[in-house]
């Protein structure tokens, strides 16, 4: 089905309406023209023919009304003749032939004349001549008034409809700015920004609407501050977690693998010349014990890096990349950083550290890339910018799902109140930007 804008379905309607009125104004000015010129037609002759008779009654009048009759330069609407019994004319008025400047239109003349009213009237002169008077209604100066009457009407109609569309087309332009208002304002909630709330309008259901979203924003905004502040609180606590179990490994049984493995070693070399089963017995024990510091450093590693603490985010993040490509030798990552980004706090650090460890699991897991590239710079208007780029499978944008990887990552952005955005296409890659301000 075509979607068409609000502003072409109003004025298709309005174009309808006018076309509409325009038809039944016409039928109805046709028809109460005809009606007017039929009527005037009618009392015009009808008033001729009482006068003839009013006068023929009159005999003394008779000669003075003939010579009226023939001194009758003008009368309006008729035609006026006086003829012999044989048809001879004596007399034609002067109005026979109407003067008129401009005539109405044919099709007008055709919808609106009525069929032709003829009277004829026998008199008789004082010398005893017969005579006919004969009276024939002439509707075409009545049909130039109507007709000018008719143009005078559908030119105010006309100016009446183009005041009315102006009128509606300006307070439309207005109710479409307050809707386009309206529209980014729902479309920044869309994206999360809920801080700036739409302005007051100059009509009142405008104004409902602005004042309900407002309200809405008002809510949504501290629904947001509040999921803010316990996300931080659960992360900090999360990464307190971390730490005091990194300290407890390294603590505990760190320190007790240690022993373990010094006093078997200590064992193995005092018995190596009493016992073979020893000897063996030892050196199993040293191999898992070895193999238990590994998964300690790993897990340590995992839970809270220590390099972070010790020697900042650059190093960090060096030391987690050359890690990963210890583990996933087919992988080429590349790494950028700006030596400003030692200065950043540390809970910001964290937080970059845990998104790049995440960015870099989701391309050994997903991506099937073959390289990865990892960028973090400042730039001028103090925002911190963080870039993680492979050239992997990729997917759909529209269809991209978030998991828990992605999650994370855009719940440790949307904490620190940054900007997180995806870019991806099948079959060219993935790059995660965030924007983070100091």
């Given at each position: 089905?075509?979607?068409?804008t ?24 046709l ?7 039929q ?16 006068n ?20 309006r ?9 044989s048809?001879?004319?004596l ?89 386009l ?7 920044r ?50 990464e ?22 010094v ?32 998964v ?36 080429k ?21 845990r ?51 992605l ?8 904490s ?6 995806i ?16």
């Amino acid at each position: 089905m075509k979607k068409t804008t609000l502003r072409y379905q109003i004025n298709i309607r309005i174009l309808f309406l006018a076309c509409c009125i325009f038809i039944i104004g016409g039928t109805i000015t046709l028809w109460q023209a005809k009606r007017a010129v039929q009527d005037e037609m009618n009392s015009s002759i009808h008033l001729a023919v009482q006068l003839i008779a009013f006068n023929l009654t009159q005999t003394n009048a008779r000669t003075e009304w003939l010579a009226q009759l023939n001194a009758l330069k003008e009368t309006r609407h008729l035609r006026i003749q006086l003829k012999e019994p044989s048809g001879n004319v004596l007399n034609v008025s002067q109005s026979a032939i109407p003067k008129i400047h401009s005539n109405p239109p044919k099709w007008f003349v055709n919808l609106v004349a009525s069929s032709p009213i003829k009277i004829e009237r026998a008199l008789i002169t004082d010398d005893g001549q017969q005579l006919i008077v004969s009276i024939e209604a002439n509707p075409l100066n009545e049909i130039r008034e109507v007709w000018q009457e008719s143009l005078a009407f559908f030119g105010l109609l006309f100016l009446l409809i183009v005041s009315i569309f102006i009128v509606i087309q300006l307070v439309f332009n207005r109710v479409l700015k307050a809707i386009l208002v309206i529209v980014q304002g729902l479309e920044r909630v869309e994206l999360g920004h809920f801080q700036q709330p739409l302005p007051y309008f100059s009509s009142v259901e405008m104004n409902q609407i602005a004042g309900a979203i407002n309200l809405t924003l008002e809510k949504l905004n501290a629904a947001q501050q509040e999921n803010l502040a316990l996300t931080q609180h659960n992360l900090a606590i999360q990464e307190q977690e971390r730490q005091h179990l990194a300290q407890e490994l390294h603590d505990e049984l760190g320190q007790s693998l240690t022993a373990i493995k010094v006093m078997t070693v200590t064992i193995s070399r005092a018995e190596k010349s009493q016992n073979l089963l020893i000897k063996q017995s030892t050196d199993s024990i040293i191999q898992i014990c070895d193999h238990l510091m590994c998964v300690v450093r790993s897990m340590m590693q995992q839970l809270h890096p220590v390099c972070l603490t010790e020697l900042g985010l650059k190093a960090a993040l060096e030391d987690l990349i050359s890690h990963w490509q210890q583990r996933y030798s087919h992988l080429k990552i590349g790494f950028e950083c700006d030596k400003d980004c030692e200065m950043l706090s540390e809970k910001i650090s964290i937080h970059i550290f845990r998104m790049v460890q995440e960015g870099l699991t989701n391309i050994v897991r997903h991506a099937n890339a073959n390289q990865a590239f990892i960028n973090l710079t400042l730039d001028e208007n103090n925002f911190l910018l963080l870039q993680i780029t492979d050239d992997g499978q990729g997917c759909d944008a529209q269809t991209i799902k978030n998991g828990f990887g992605l999650l994370s990552m855009r719940e440790r952005v949307c904490s620190l109140g940054g900007d997180f955005l995806i870019e991806t296409q099948p079959q060219k890659g993935m790059t995660i930007r965030a924007k983070i301000p100091l």
